[in-house]
């Protein structure tokens, strides 16, 4: 690996340095490391040129070297005010019990004037936000209609290698023409 990364460095310095950072990003992402998680799923998310381009990279390295791994992907969708995060939090403490690893992706709808986003969903699954076996990530929707965002199938993807059994998506408070996050859980 160092070899490789030494002789792109002589090649093309300003790439070479990028796919080694995205190369280790990717190593760190399947070894379970949760910041790694973290910032891959931001670089994916990001409207950012440098990192969509760098995002794109790590996705092709993702998806040309699959975990062979089974996921159970769960979308859960409902008015707003419902309880989805509620149901989310009991729910996800039983599976925790069984000893599996739970990843959960809250949209949150973002405000039309200034594209601003609350994130409450994560204050609302305290306990589970707390144990190191599950993984809460609250993301803007970002004006995306559907449900999710536009990167909710990325991050899918992200969390699968990083090793969680179960992944539950959580729409934005929706009414009955959003079924997004059902395609991406049943692809």
């Not at 989310?88 to 949150?108: E, F, M, P, R, S």
């Not at 199938?153 to 699968?160: N, R, V």
């Amino acid at each position: 690996m160092l070899t490789r990364c030494v002789q792109r460095i002589k090649r093309n310095p300003f790439t070479s340095r990028r796919y080694c950072e995205t190369k280790q990003l990717i190593d760190s992402v399947k070894k379970g490391n949760r910041r790694a998680l973290s910032k891959a799923i931001t670089l994916v998310e990001s409207t950012n040129v440098q990192h969509r381009k760098i995002a794109a990279a790590m996705m092709q390295n993702i998806t040309n070297n699959p975990r062979s791994k089974n996921t159970l992907r769960i979308g859960l969708s409902g008015s707003p005010g419902v309880g989805k995060s509620t149901f989310i939090d009991t729910i996800g403490q039983y599976i925790l019990t069984k000893n599996l690893k739970l990843a959960i992706l809250a949209v949150d709808p973002s405000s039309s004037v200034n594209g601003g986003s609350i994130l409450g969903d994560k204050t609302r699954m305290n306990n589970l936000a707390q144990d190191d076996r599950c993984y809460v990530r609250p993301s803007p929707s970002s004006g995306t209609l559907g449900g999710v965002t536009k990167s909710t199938s990325e991050a899918i993807i992200l969390c699968e290698e990083a090793g969680y059994d179960i992944i539950i998506v959580e729409t934005v408070g929706v009414g009955q023409s959003e079924i997004t996050g059902c395609f991406l859980c049943f692809w």
